[in-house]
């Protein structure tokens, strides 16, 4: 092989490694926030609340905040009813203090099946569902405590593995 055939192979290597790590880096894009909290196997309490404590944000602007549910076959409903409680937590940078917005508290149905029954969410054994739950205004600094509880009428439900939080800015 000559030395200008070997030259061009490791610079379609480089340049293809390039390429791929470059679209990595654009899927992330915008994403500052992105946590699962896994829920116990015997199934998820009524009166456990999941808690997400959002660091301060690094630049003011509007940002979206989704909903990321994992479900088993051992889920036994076509919807989820989940109370969403966001809570900002602003810096004051003048006064130096912290202050708490009210709670905003908003009841969310997931839908996680259609009408006859198959999921809507993507995967095989463990099923992904992706809800958008509000477009949130920050300022540089502002945190985020969100609070999440199921609101069935079962106590105990079977089948969700896990609940999580991303926030992107938009």
């Given at each position: 092989?000559?030395?200008?055939?070997r030259?061009?192979q490791?610079?379609?290597?480089i340049?293809l490694?390039l390429?791929?790590?470059g679209?990595c880096?654009?899927?992330?894009?915008?994403?500052?926030y992105?946590?699962?909290e896994?829920?116990?196997?015997?199934?998820?309490?009524?009166?456990?609340?999941?808690?997400f404590t959002v660091?301060?944000?690094?630049?003011?602007?509007i940002?979206s905040?989704?909903?990321g549910?994992?479900?088993?076959?051992?889920y036994p409903f076509?919807?989820?009813t989940?109370?969403?409680?966001?809570?900002?937590?602003?810096t004051?940078?003048?006064a130096?203090?912290?202050?708490t917005?009210?709670?905003?508290?908003t009841?969310?149905?997931?839908?996680?099946?259609?009408?006859?029954g198959?999921?809507?969410?993507?995967?095989?054994?463990?099923?992904?569902?992706n809800?958008?739950?509000?477009?949130?205004?920050?300022a540089?600094?502002d945190?985020?405590?969100?609070?999440?509880?199921h609101?069935m009428?079962?106590?105990?439900?079977?089948?969700?593995?896990?609940?999580g939080?991303?926030?992107?800015?938009?």
């Open positions: 092989m000559t030395s200008t055939r030259l061009c490791y610079s379609l290597r340049l490694l390429m791929v790590a679209v880096v654009a899927c992330l894009r915008g994403k500052v992105d946590h699962y896994q829920l116990p196997i015997a199934g998820w309490e009524k009166n456990d609340t999941i808690i660091p301060p944000m690094a630049t003011a602007g940002y905040i989704d909903l549910l994992r479900t088993t076959g051992l076509m919807s989820l989940l109370v969403f409680e966001k809570e900002v937590v602003s004051d940078t003048m130096a203090t912290a202050f917005a009210h709670p905003v508290v009841t969310l149905q997931c839908r996680l099946t259609d009408k006859q198959h999921t809507q969410g993507q995967g095989v054994n463990y099923y992904q569902h809800f958008h739950v509000a477009d949130l205004p920050l540089q600094g945190s985020l405590r969100i609070n999440i509880r609101d009428k079962r106590e105990i439900l079977p089948g969700i593995s896990d609940l939080i991303t926030l992107t800015k938009k």
